[in-house]
């Protein structure tokens, strides 16, 4: 079993910035992508950012040159630093993680762009 725990989320302004973490634990001896997914009420969970082991990137178009994924393979720790956060950012945000053929989900963290 792989625990994800997020920290980070909270409330910001349009134009401010925000980061999170994803820690992870547990049987966690090849951890492959992680990433971050968000999700609205009522809507899809949508794929934001991910990175590989190996230090790939992908972003989603509505969040790239403004979100970065990136992780601390030592620590197995994924972030998302968001810049430039708009009123349509808002949602619970994710964190994944894959080991294997399998998939892991943190609680999700809520995120709020004031307008």
């Known amino acids: 079993q792989v625990q994800l725990v997020e920290s980070g989320g909270g409330l910001v302004q349009t134009g401010g910035s925000l980061r999170l973490s994803c820690a992870a634990s547990?049987?966690?001896?090849?951890?492959?992508?992680m990433g971050w997914y968000r999700q609205a009420p009522g809507k899809q969970r949508e794929l934001v950012g991910s990175?590989?082991?190996?230090?790939?990137?992908f972003y989603s178009p509505s969040v790239k040159g403004r979100f970065t994924v990136s992780r601390d393979n030592a620590n197995n720790t994924v972030y998302l630093q968001m810049n430039s956060l708009r009123p349509e950012d808002t949602d619970v945000y994710y964190c994944?993680?894959?080991?294997?053929?399998?998939?892991?989900w943190g609680q999700g963290t809520q995120v709020t762009v004031s307008s």
């Open positions: 994944h993680a894959t080991v294997g053929p399998m998939a892991y």
């Open positions: 547990g049987s966690i001896s090849s951890l492959n992508t």
């Open positions: 990175i590989t082991s190996g230090g790939d990137s």
